[in-house]
């Protein structure tokens, strides 16, 4: 697999431990229950790390893809993108092609990889 989008997808997988970690509703459970979750500071300096190591270029777009849909980068399952569901396009298909680039979907512009 292409070395940025393996670093988009262990970036992804942190955001959603991080959103996970923070939420109110884990807040709440912590507190009846009396436990204290630790580490997100750990969590929030792999993310940095994670960041630091993508182009910029990049990094802006898997961030606007995070804000617009709360994801950034989805697998291509059946010949279609999982963000948006349109087939993908013959061209980018080819499964041992498709990992060792970076592809976005040309509908919905996610960052792309083949399962």
């Known amino acids: 697999m292409h070395k940025i989008l393996q670093t988009l997808v262990m970036l992804q997988d942190l955001d959603c ?14 507190k009846k229950m009396g436990l ?13 790390r994670l960041e630091q190591s993508l182009p910029p270029a990049v990094l802006a777009k898997y961030h606007k893809l995070m804000k617009r849909f709360g994801r950034a980068v989805v697998p291509v399952v059946g010949n279609n993108c999982m963000g948006c569901y349109v087939s993908v396009p013959k ?14 979907c040309e509908r919905c512009g996610m960052f792309l990889y083949w399962v």
């Open 17 to 30: 431990m991080i959103a996970e970690v923070a939420s109110k509703d884990v807040k709440n459970v912590e």
């Open 36 to 48: 204290k979750i630790k580490g997100e500071d750990q969590l929030q300096k792999a993310k940095e």
């Open 91 to 104: 061209r980018l298909m080819v499964r041992e092609i498709g990992n060792r680039e970076l592809r976005n």
